[in-house]
């Protein structure tokens, strides 16, 4: 009996001999492949990642870009952090953004952080699914046709002209800062005909507001940037819907703009 258990004994721990080398060589092989899955990069500190790090970034000169480049310089085009409590990893290549764009291989979906969709809204071109973005995309197409181009050029000449006029000599000018401004002017005039300054000035204020909110901290309270944004996408919303109904109501033909032309007010 001794004998017959000492035999099985020496068997078993020959067995063991035998495997725990391959056992061994399976684990590293599956440790080496998750580790190949993740990019590298740190989530920071337990619950907020690296959130802190993050917002002290957009409340400096370099904003957003400075956060991420200095870990691209550290762990490469691809590395993954935490930010607001939920895991991100960010792509820098051009090849690698171009596939996640346009879903080569089907594993990807668009979403957005809720934050910045509250403040653009579910249905605008950048949380639309993808049958209602070529749905816009088709509403906006005439948009760029040889027959209105032709006539958003000269409203747009008209506007440059206009702003280059409004410049004096010996002030100092930021060409970003009108450049800026000319582009939204000829915008809302393209679009929704609007083009009485204090209403513009307005509209142009509140969507910087909302601007600003897109990467601040979704807290919902006064003084925040966040709550700001949520108020001024509201009363963009309004402005908008005022624009409307009293287009609708006048049915002015002499009108030249996007909601002028066929399927633009649909």
Request: charged letters at 20%.
């Amino acid at each position: 009996m001794h004998s017959c258990i000492c035999f099985y004994a020496v068997l078993l721990l020959g067995a063991l001999l035998i495997l725990y080398p391959r056992f061994v060589k399976i684990l590293r092989y599956r440790n080496q492949v998750a580790e190949a899955d993740i990019p590298p990069g740190s989530c920071g500190l337990p619950l907020i990642g690296e959130t802190i790090q993050f917002m002290a970034a957009m409340n400096n000169g370099g904003g957003f870009y400075d956060f991420v480049r200095a870990r691209r310089l550290r762990y490469g085009n691809c590395f993954k952090t935490n930010i607001l409590g939920l895991p991100q990893v960010f792509v820098s290549s051009t090849e690698s953004a171009k596939k996640i764009l346009n879903n080569e291989s089907g594993k990807f979906t668009k979403r957005y952080i809720k934050s910045i969709a509250e403040l653009v809204g579910d249905q605008s071109l950048l949380c639309a699914s993808h049958g209602h973005h070529k749905l816009i995309r088709g509403c906006l197409a005439y948009l760029f046709s040889a027959s209105s181009i032709s006539v958003f050029i000269k409203q747009f000449d008209e506007l440059v002209v206009k702003s280059l006029g409004s410049w004096q000599d010996g002030d100092k000018i930021v060409v970003l800062h009108q450049a800026t401004e000319i582009t939204f002017k000829a915008m809302c005039r393209m679009l929704i005909g609007l083009e009485n300054e204090p209403e513009l000035q307005m509209l142009q204020e509140d969507i910087t507001h909302v601007c600003e909110a897109m990467l601040a901290f979704p807290i919902r309270f006064p003084w925040t940037r966040f709550y700001k944004g949520l108020k001024a996408r509201k009363r963009i919303m309004s402005t908008l819907d005022l624009i409307m109904t009293e287009r609708r109501r006048c049915s002015q033909g002499n009108q030249k703009d996007f909601y002028a032309m066929p399927n633009g007010g649909r």
